[in-house]
């Protein structure tokens, strides 16, 4: 086992490389100025300009920050190879830039935005796990009885459901309509996460963008769980189960769920990375202030510090999620922890 997670870890460093190459040529192609940006648009004296282009690595500077000149009497640009590996050197001492438009250190701006992100990512696959699992399992055991049907209806709609209109149609039912018909008593918050000055104790909050951005994910984790679980129960296995006298409780429980658990597994470790990314059409319909949400108006304004800093430590989160997603296979199927056993052997 310990091998495999080396070999895991490993692997991600290529795939990092990768990663931070694509964004570091997309913020040089992408057509701009970024000293305008930095400036916001506003002329400045030359010197500063010169002053900022040498701090944001783009022409040679001396230890004092001011530009070097050539014989000609021109600055002496960086070339992209360098400014690349200037850019991973600062990345890896934990420095990932400081934002054009907040004037900020991206660390700093993330730190800040991360816990929100991490809460309602971690209450919405807590939906996603129990609502899904829960279904597919009654889906799976009541086979083409009302229940089944139900559930299949439920999740085909979920899945055709675009996210921000399902948020919308939440705010307008539980924070407008319900306020509405109960004068005020009963409400759910449309927006925000809730604080000092807010009405609400800060979990409810959390319930209608959690619920939205679980929805979809709920749906196919109800189909994933139902399928799987179908195809268990015809292995042999679960055949010599069944004529050694054991109940159907039994069998389920302690034969057919680990195994039929694993693309489901597979599946909500997947979702949770993408949640823990940031959910950008929930967290924007929202006003949630996390990731996902600063991202976005990071993109929309060319902030690309900012952009670059969360996609870099969004790949990292994936990463390390996919990485025990893999680890969690041989607590579910001992065959695997074999199979790698014999495989290091």
């Given at each position: ?140 055991i009541k086979r083409y009885s009302f229940w ?198």
């Amino acid at each position: 086992m310990g091998k495999y997670i080396l070999k895991r870890v490993l692997q991600f460093i290529p795939v990092f490389i990768g990663v931070t190459i694509i964004l570091f040529a997309m913020k040089t192609i992408v057509p701009g100025d970024p000293i305008s940006m930095i400036t916001g648009g506003r002329s400045v004296p030359e010197q500063t300009r010169l002053q900022l282009e040498v701090e944001n690595n783009m022409i040679y500077g001396d230890e004092n920050g001011r530009p070097i000149y050539d014989e000609n009497g021109d600055t002496i640009p960086v070339p992209i190879w360098e400014q690349y590996i200037r850019y991973m050197d600062d990345l890896l001492h934990g420095d990932l830039g400081t934002s054009y438009q907040k004037k900020r250190p991206v660390t700093d701006i993330f730190a800040e935005k991360y816990p929100y992100t991490v809460k309602l990512a971690v209450c919405a696959i807590c939906l996603e796990a129990v609502m899904g699992i829960g279904a597919g399992l009654v889906s799976a055991i009541k086979r083409y009885s009302f229940w089944d049907i139900l559930v299949t209806l439920i999740t085909s709609v979920l899945v055709a459901v675009p996210a921000f209109w399902l948020g919308m149609i939440l705010q307008l039912t539980f924070g407008i309509w319900l306020k509405d018909l109960t004068g005020g008593a009963i409400s759910l918050p449309i927006s925000g996460a809730g604080g000092p000055n807010s009405q609400y104790m800060d979990w409810v909050h959390y319930i209608l963008p959690a619920f939205t951005l679980a929805a979809v994910s709920t749906a196919y984790t109800a189909r994933i769980m139902r399928s799987q679980l179908l195809d268990v129960m015809n292995q042999d296995y679960i055949r010599t189960a069944k004529a050694k006298g054991l109940s159907g409780r039994a069998i389920i429980l302690h034969h057919a769920l680990k195994n039929a658990l694993i693309p489901v597994v597979t599946y909500i470790g997947i979702d949770f990375g993408a949640m823990m990314a940031g959910a950008i059409l929930t967290e924007t319909v929202f006003n949630w202030p996390g990731v996902g949400s600063e991202i976005y108006r990071a993109i929309s304004s060319r902030d690309w510090p900012l952009v670059m800093g969360g996609v870099t430590i969004i790949i990292v989160v994936v990463m390390v999620i996919n990485l025990l997603v893999d680890i969690s296979y041989a607590f579910l199927d001992p065959r695997i922890r074999l199979g790698n056993s014999k495989s290091e052997d």
